[in-house]
């Protein structure tokens, strides 16, 4: 049976031999697109760990309070080793560090800053998602019983998220 064959070619052809390209393709995008959101869903977990770190361990603080507002870490003895500092004072410092002073604060930057600039299409460096997820491994590897290999765990998707994000950017001829 003879093949019916149009002024511009051959259709059949054509598509047996794009149809895998455009399947990949569409693959690609959306699994992209799944791998965006991750990015913005970390974002929100780093704001979320921050805010939990500082209600948690900042239940001490109302205690410290009047030996802060009384100028109480305003001393050289926090210079001695913490051993051989006053009780008294090496707890205050260690609410503190635990607290406030803590690195709570910065990850609920960095991730409302990650947020900020998702929202806004813009784009983040994949180095902020690998620097954390360096980071918090090592600091996980000192303290396992902690909220770290949570950190660990979101920088990670974080990272996968930026990868994907850049490797979009870089290939689409559209941005």
């Known amino acids: 049976m003879p093949r019916h064959t149009h002024p511009y070619g051959d259709f059949e052809a054509i ?12 693959h690609r995008q959306h699994q992209s697109k799944e791998m965006e959101v991750m990015v913005k869903w970390s974002a929100v977990a780093l704001i979320a760990l921050g805010i939990i770190h500082l209600l ?36 205050s410092g260690g609410v503190f560090w635990q607290s406030i002073g ?25 180095f902020v998602g690998s ?8 600091l996980a590897a000192i303290m396992p019983p902690s909220g770290l290999p949570v950190v660990l765990v979101v920088s990670i998707v974080l990272t996968l998220g930026l990868q994907a994000r850049a490797k979009k950017r870089s290939i689409s001829p559209l941005k």
């Open 15 to 26: 598509a047996i031999h794009t149809l895998p390209y455009v399947n990949a393709m569409w």
């Open 102 to 126: 803590s690195l709570a604060v910065p990850l609920l930057i960095l991730g409302a800053l990650i947020y900020w600039l998702d929202q806004q299409d813009l784009p983040i460096p994949v």
């Open 56 to 91: 948690v361990l900042g239940a001490d603080i109302p205690a410290e309070l009047p030996n802060w507002s009384s100028l109480n870490l305003w001393t050289w003895d926090h210079w001695a080793p913490l051993r051989a500092q006053p009780l008294d004072l090496a707890l």
């Open 131 to 138: 620097g954390l997820v360096i980071w918090t491994a090592i």
